[in-house]
C-alpha cells in the first residue's frame, strides 16, 4: 500500500476495457481519512498544526476482492484496513495497475448507495486543484458530520490465544470478552467498571490478544416535526362536507392551494379555523396529514409571512423572464440579481424554486448564516414546508445525517443553508441560489478555502443547473464579470417594496398607523413601496472644531434622544476590528499610507513605527500632519471597545445590550440577546459587522455608524469595498419598518468616496470609483492573489522562512520567465501574533498564481489561501 496519485489513467467505471481478461485485478483508489476513523472532528480546530496533520496525500490503491466487483462503484463509502487501523474511506476512482505491490484488499462496502455522486467527486477534483488543497480534505468537507460520528469501536478477543502473563486487568477484561463475546467500547467500560479501560483494551490489541473493528451506529435524534396538511387529491365539490360550515371554509381554502402540503397551524390561521377544524377534516379522509421537520424561529409570531405568490411588479417580471428561460434551457451563464434590499429578490429565489421542483428536480439556497436568515429561511419554509431541509449549526449529528440521507433518497429536494450546504446531496440539481451573494463567510476559513460562490458557479455548470446570485452590493468581483458578460446582469429597482399584508400585521402589532408605504403600480394590490432611509453623513473634524470631543456627534446625540423617547429602537454599530491603530490627522482627516501599496501603515507602538503589512515598507510617525502640518495627528482606532460603556454613562436610564458575536461567550448568549432585543426588552444595541446582517427589526428607527473610519483604513486592498458594503446594509436595517428609520455616519473623512456612495445608496458611483483603484494597482479582480502565511512560535525564525520562500518562489518565477507573476511581502501579517505565535504573509499576484504552487510541496507551517477575501 502506498500513496497513490490520482492519476489520469483513474476511470469512473470498475470495469474500464472490456477486452481486458477477466482475472486481471482491479483497484480503487480510495481516499482515506483519519478522521473517518471513530475519532470526532472538531470543525473549529483550525490551529496550523491540525492542518499540518491532514496535509498528507491520503489516496491509495486497494484490491477490489472479486467478489465484490458486481457492486463496487465510485463514490461509495467503504472499509478498508489502513496499517494497524480500521478506517473508512471514499471510492474516488478505479485503475488497472497499483503503484506499489504490496496492495490490501477493500474489506467491504459500508453503504451501497454512493456517498458522493459523480458529479460530486468532479467538483471536489476541481476545488482540490483551484484551491490547492489535498482531495481527502475537500472529500471530507462534502460529508456530513453524522457519518464520521457514528461509528463504534467493537472489541473482540482473539480466539486460540493463551497469553502465558497478563497484568490483572488485562486478563479481567480478557475473561470479559470471553465471556461476552464482541462488545463496544462503552459496553466494555460500564460492565468492567474500569476507568483505564480503553487503556487496558489497547495493551490488549498491541499484544495481538484482542481485535478492534468500528461499525457504524445508527443515528441518534430524528428532527423536530410538526404536522402538515393539503387536501385530498382529486376531491370532488359534492365530497365537502354540507352541514359544516367552517369545515367547507377550511376545505375549500385547501383545495385552492393544489397539492402543497402546508403546516397545520398556519394553515388554519389562513383559512379562518381552529386547527380541530382541520383535524376533524383529516378524520374524515378529506385532508391528508403528515408530519415534517421544523427550525427555530426568533421571529416566530412578530413577522407575518405570506404563503401566496403575489404577482411580480414588472421589474420583477423582467428579471424573472430571464430566470424563467434558463430554468427551461439552461445557457451556463451565472445570473447577477442586484438590487437593494427590499427590492423583491427573495421573491423571484422563491419563483425559481417553485418551477424546478414542478419540474421534478431540486434546489439550493445558500444565505449567509442560517441564525442572521431567519425571515428568508422562514419564507422558504412556509412557501415549501415539506421539500425542504434546512441545514443549519444547531442541528445535532443525527438529525444532519437524517436530513442527508433524506435528500439522498430525494424525499426532501430543496435545501436552505450556509456555506457547506451547497454540497447537499441532491439528485437533479436545477438551481442554485445564493442570496447576500458579497458576503465573505462564504469564504471557509479552513482547508479546503473553498468560496461557496465559486463552488456553485463550478456545481451550476456541471449539473446543467441555474445558478442565481443575489445581492444589494455584489462584490466587486461579480460586478466585473458581470460587466464583461460572464454573469447576466440583472438590475432591480431602487426602492424598497412591501407587501401590503405584511405592513398591515405590522401596524397593528406596533399600534401605529402605516402610512410610508404607498401604493404605486397600478393594478397590484399587495405591492407598497416607500424610499430608501435618508442617511446623514456627520465631520466628525467639525464636531472637534466645535469643541465636541464625545464619540458622539451631536447630531447622533439628538437622534438617539429622540428614538429613546418615542419608544423606538436605535442600533449603534462599531468595528470589531477596533484595535486596529493607523495614524490619523484629527484635523483634515489626512491617513498615513504606505507608498507602494497605497493601503493605510499601521501603527506598532513597540517600535514606534509604521509599518505595510502587505510590503513591509517601514517608516517612523511625522510629528505634523503632511498634508495640513498639524500638529494632532493621531493613532486612531483604539477605544472603540468602548463604546458600551460610554454609551451607558451618556444614557444611563436606556437598557443597553452588546451584540457581538465575534467576542467570548457562547452563540446561545448572544441569541438570548438578540431575542431580548427584537421582544423590545432593550433599547440600544451596540453590535458589529453582524447585525448589519439579514436581519429587519420593525422597532430600530435609528442607526449610528460610530467611526467608519475604522472600517476604511484596515490595509486591505478591499477595505473600501468593505466599508461601502457595511455601510450600505447598515442603512438597510433602518428602512424596512412602517416607522420608518434614519441613518448618521461618523468620519473623519466623509468625503471618502465609500462614504458617499453609500449615503446616496449609489453602487454604479462606488463600482466606478473602485474598480479603477483596483485597475491600477493590479489588485483584484484585475488579477488574482494567493496568500501564504507561515505561522512559528518563533518570530525570528517565521521571518527567516517567510524570507526563505520569497526566494524560492522567485527563482522559480525566473527560471518559468513568468514575466506577470510577482510576489508582495514578506511582511508580518496584521494579526501580526495569533494564539501567541508570529505570522508572516507572502503574496503571489498574477492571472494563476496557483500555478506557481501547483506542483511544489510547501514546508509544513504554511497555508495556503487562494483568493483570500481578506489580507489581514
Ligand atoms: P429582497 O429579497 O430583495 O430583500 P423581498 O423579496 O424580501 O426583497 O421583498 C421585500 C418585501 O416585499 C417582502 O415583504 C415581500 O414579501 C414583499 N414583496 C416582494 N415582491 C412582492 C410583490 N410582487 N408584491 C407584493 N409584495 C412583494
Ligand atoms: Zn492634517
Ligand atoms: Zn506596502
Redesign the pocket.
Known sequence: MGPSSLSSAMTEQPVADQGAPAEAPLYAVVVVHSHLEHKVSSPEDTSPEAEEEDHLTRAFHYLVPEAMRAEIRIGQLVWVPFGSRYLQGVVAGFDERSPVEETREIDKIADPEPILSPIHLQLARWISEHYLAPLHLVILSMLPPGITQSVDIIVSAVPEVEPATVTKAQGELLALLRQKGPLTMRQIIRLSKRKDARAVVNQLVGHGWASKRAEVRPPRARPKLVPVVRARAGLRPDDLPSRSPRQRQALEYLRQRGDEWLPLTSAASEAGVPPAVLRALADKGLLELAQRQVWRDPLEGHAFV?VVP????PE?DAAWQAIAEDLARPAGRPFLLH?V???????IYLRAVQQVLAQGRSAIVLVPEIALTPQTVRRFGARFPTTIAVMHSHLSPGERYDQWHRLRAGELRLVVGSRSAIFAPLRDLGLIVLDEEHEWSYKQEKTPHYHAREVAVRLASLAGATCILGSATPDLESAYRAERGEYVHLHMPQRI???RH?LEEQAAQLGRAQERYQSAEPG?E??MYTELPPVEVVDMRAELRAGNRSIFSRSLAKGIEVALAAGEQIILFINRRGEATFVMCRDCGHVLKCPRCDLPLTYHSAVDDLICHHCNYKTFVPPQCPSCWSGRIRYFGTGTQRVEELVRQAYPRARVVRWDLDTTGGKLDHERLLDQFIKGEADIMVGTQMIAKGLDLPMVTLVGVIAADTTINLPDFRSGERTFQLLTQVAGRAGRSILGGKVIIQSYTPQHPAIQAASKHDYAAFYAREIAFRREHWYPPLSRLVQLVYTNANAAAAQREAEKLHRILTLKIARLGLAEVGLIGPAPAFFSRLRGKYRWQLLIRGTDPAALLRDMHLPLGWRVDVEPVSLL
Open positions: 405570506p403575489p404577482r411580480l411588479t420583477q438590487g434590499t427590499g427590492s423583491g429578490k427573495t421573491e417594496m412591501g407587501h405584511i397590484l399587495e405591492t
